[in-house]
């Protein structure tokens, strides 16, 4: 079949874009080689987080947070977003030392999204917390949503737009000729002038069809979830020194992150769970809410998602091509960047430039003759 | 036996201490290996001889003689080198024979050169209106009370199902004295024809048969008729069960009870089995989901060897033969039999265990559930009772293009509460099935998200205290 674009990947990515494009009249079809937000996209924890970003992310960051709070305007839907803030917690006066000097980096940055606050205002925040905490670095309007929702909601919108949206379209070979790509899938060959490659944990050997191998690294990173309790906290916590993401959701729940990874076979996309690491992540939220000890905790999963070596996404045109697109990589915090990816790539097709700066992200920065 | 925990490592694990796990610990004693046997229950015996060593001898004899049967695989682990833990929940399971375990309150992780499965099965979840409400329970709950502490219900009861255990749990009552209210039997009139092709076959094993028509006759020398071919089940009340309503030739009918038990089989308890990646499929005769094994019981996974009702339900002196195969296979596999030896001494157990199956076709057709029971709950009735997701919203999310359970799983909640779906899976598969046309296969089941039973934060904090970030 022909189209405008052809899109790789049915994750957070690949329908954020596909909306986009859909949104000024292009045509496209997004190939998904299971079914939509299977991996990472569905899975994920949601955070939507500007707090602690990487200076090259920040700018993309907070143009996405200005696009989440307005989700509803874009996709119909609130994905269940809720924007109590997210806290990086000082534990010590070695932490406050080193979050003051990240406030004072995002400042001179020229952004005011991060600010210190002092013990009592951290308490105030978050009574639950264990005494003896020195402050806190907040983002406000932070917050988080429910990935698989998300997902659904963007994709349903990109359909009603006119996207299709092909599951089980696994991409076996990719070929170009003077006018158009050609994809071949077990659903049958698919043709546009158009390549986009969100593919996520598998968009590694699409780049290197495309001439531009790239050194990204399969990872499945764990989550788990406990038993519904009574509201105790509102604000998504993190701590300056320790690896923790810890929320209670909308229903009650607590989501318990902190970047540990599973044992991950990836030719088979099976995960198994490390408890060892786990261990720690239940001994990191135990030394910051010890009242916790009793709760269960009553599933652990881990999605498959990219990881690229300094921790930054790939979102470049191609070096290689004129007519290819790359967004992946994003290393465990793409969730929240995924409505601005969509828009920065639709403005790449569409317009050839982005009013954002995507030069960190370049696909050619990992070239080896550089 | 011991009180503390388990050690770190054994050559062999078994997991589940019913008729299986019993006799595969007492096959593999003795060969000088290092033996655990885990079990979640406080005493031994399974569910069929649960309470075997403590229950008075006047309830024993209300049981059956059937029952008296767990006496001596009870009393052949208590005097072996097998370490028996009572009172142990399996949380995690994987390939690696990792075993996470709680043992009282404390956590740990242990592992083994060989596990036997014997985990056994549970009462097929069949939801239909009403089935959440206090006062309605499985006809195996109410088989715990009478085992366990001999109660029994005192105001009477309405039974309901299809089954040999509703059968046998009716026969049980009526010598206990219970007031049996109703006895409705769902199951669907042409099974009697589904079944003849197996009726030669199953005369072969016709103990079970003619033990099935005594209890019939029995019951019905006491009174109690059973109601054939019943439909439409639902259970109403307020704060509890209230009435139980049904249909039975042609009519609408209520009965005032504040007791409903049902059964409608058992199915195999699958979940550690799934989670240590152990290859499944679906068989159509028994209606379940089941692991693959060879005759040795060993799965997909090298060194998971799983026996009894956990591979597809058999009975209990299958599971007891099985039990004793696996155990050989494990004893072989850990270098303390040849092949040969194992061979021989399996012999009569292989042989056993070819007779004890003659009665399962006929059992599988005669009790067959029609797909309306298990596929068709009402829009409003609960599917999920952790999260309270109802058909309609399954279906709500099938028809927005969802067609597979895991897919309805994140959409809808179903399955993530702390009983991990083991409630309501089967019933996302036949649901997701019937509203697509796709068979149960192609739907497929929940993936495992272990702990398998929910895990403190300070138990689970507790285990590889060396490891740090």
């Not at chain 2, 796990?21 to 406080?42: F, N, P, S, T, V």
């Not at chain 2, 502490?149 to 009861?157: D, E």
Request: aromatic share 6%.
């Amino acid at each position: 079949m022909k189209t405008d674009t052809l899109i790789i990947g049915g994750g957070l990515m690949g329908c954020s874009t596909a909306l986009q494009l859909a949104k000024r009249g292009a045509r496209c079809v997004i190939l998904d080689k299971d079914s939509p937000g299977r991996h990472a996209s569905g899975v994920n924890a949601g955070g939507l987080r500007r707090l602690n970003r990487h200076p090259a992310e920040i700018p993309l960051s907070v143009a996405s947070a200005e696009m989440w709070h307005d989700i509803e305007s874009l996709v119909d839907n609130d994905c269940d977003t809720r924007f109590p803030g997210q806290i990086r917690v000082a534990e010590n006066r070695e932490d406050m030392q080193k979050l003051q000097e990240r406030a004072a980096l995002v400042r001179d940055l020229g952004y005011a999204h991060e600010e210190i606050i002092e013990r009592d205002a951290l308490y105030q925040l978050v009574p639950a917390l264990t005494p003896n905490c020195e402050g806190a670095l907040i983002c406000r309007d932070d917050g988080y949503g429910r990935p698989f929702h998300a997902l659904n909601a963007f994709r349903r919108k990109a359909c009603s737009l006119g996207v299709e949206c092909h599951s089980a379209a696994r991409v076996d070979q990719i070929d170009r000729d003077r006018k158009e790509w050609r994809v071949i899938t077990p659903k049958g060959e698919y043709r546009a002038p158009v390549l986009v490659n969100c593919a996520g944990a598998w968009a590694g050997p699409i780049a290197a069809t495309l001439g531009e191998p790239v050194p990204l690294k399969a990872g499945a990173p764990m989550l788990m979830i406990s038993e519904r309790l009574p509201r105790f906290i509102e604000p998504v916590i993190g701590a300056a020194s320790r690896k923790l993401s810890f929320k209670q959701m909308q229903n009650g729940t607590l989501l318990i992150g902190g970047a540990h990874m599973a044992e991950l076979d990836f030719k088979q996309q099976l995960t198994e769970m490390n408890w060892a690491k786990l261990a720690v992540s239940a001994r990191t939220v135990l030394a910051l809410f010890p009242q916790l000890k009793d709760v269960r905790i009553v599933r652990t999963w881990a999605g498959i998602e990219a990881f690229m070596p300094d921790h930054l996404p790939v979102i470049s045109r191609s070096s290689t091509s004129a007519h290819a697109y790359h967004a992946f990589g994003f290393s465990a915090h793409g969730f929240q960047m995924s409505p601005v990816v969509g828009k920065i790539l639709s403005q790449l097709i569409l317009d050839d430039q982005t009013e954002l700066p995507i030069a960190p992200f370049d696909i050619r920065r990992f070239r080896k003759d550089r | 036996m011991s009180t503390a925990g388990p050690k770190a490592h054994y050559s062999l694990v078994i997991i589940g201490a019913g008729p299986a796990g019993l006799a595969a610990a007492a096959a593999a004693a003795g060969h000088g290996l290092d033996i655990a046997l885990l079990d979640e229950q406080r005493a031994p015996g399974g569910q069929i001889y649960r309470a075997i060593e403590s229950i008075p001898s006047e309830r024993a004899r209300l049981l059956g003689s059937e029952y008296r049967r767990g006496e001596d695989l009870v009393g052949a682990i208590r005097n072996s080198d097998v370490e028996y833990f009572p009172d142990t929940q399996i949380w995690s399971l994987n390939r690696e024979r990792e075993i996470g375990l709680v043992h009282g309150r404390s956590a740990a992780m242990i592992s083994a050169d060989q596990v036997v499965l014997a985990g056994g099965a549970i009462e097929r979840p069949v939801p239909y209106a009403g089935w959440t409400l206090p006062g309605v329970m499985n006809a195996g709950a109410g088989q715990i009370l009478l085992k366990a502490q001999g109660i029994v219900p005192a105001n009477g009861v309405v039974l309901a199902g299809s089954g040999a255990l509703l059968l046998l749990l009716a026969w049980q009552y009526m010598r206990a004295g219970v007031q049996i209210k109703a006895l409705l039997d769902f199951t669907p009139m042409h099974n009697h024809l589904r079944a003849l092709p197996y009726l030669p076959r199953a005369l072969l094993a016709r103990h079970y048969l003619l033990k099935g028509l005594q209890y019939k006759l029995d019951l019905k020398r006491a009174g109690i008729t059973t109601l054939q071919n019943v439909s439409d089940l639902q259970a109403d009340g307020k704060q509890r069960v209230e009435s139980v309503s049904y249909r039975h030739r042609g009519q609408q009918h209520t009965i005032k009870t504040d007791l409903l038990l049902t059964h409608f089989g058992v199915i195999p308890h699958i979940q550690l089995s799934q989670a240590a990646g152990c290859r499944h499929y679906w068989d159509k005769s028994q209606q379940c989901w089941r692991p693959q094994v060879d005759e040795w019981g060993n799965s997909s996974v090298n060194g998971i060897l799983i026996a009894g009702d956990g591979v597809g339900i058999g009975g209990a002196r299958t599971a007891e033969h099985a039990g004793r195969l696996t155990a050989l296979e494990a004893v072989r596999a850990l270098g303390r039999v040849s092949q040969h030896e194992r061979d021989r001494l399996a012999r009569n157990d292989r042989k056993w265990m070819r007779e004890e199956q003659h009665i399962r076709p006929f059992l599988e057709a005669f009790f067959h559930l029609p797909g309306k029971l298990l596929a068709a709950p009402a829009d409003d009735t609960v599917v999920c009772r952790c999260e309270e997701v109802t058909a309609g919203a399954i279906r709500k999310a099938i028809s927005e293009g969802h067609g597979d359970s895991n897919q309805v799983k994140f959409l809808t909640r179903c399955g993530m509460g702390p009983c991990q779906g083991r409630q309501c899976a089967e019933s996302v598969t036949h649901i997701v099935a019937r509203a697509t046309g796709k068979s149960l296969p192609e739907v497929g089941l929940f993936r495992v998200r272990p702990p398998i039973t929910p895990l403190t934060l300070e138990q689970l904090g507790s285990l590889f205290p060396d490891e740090t970030e």
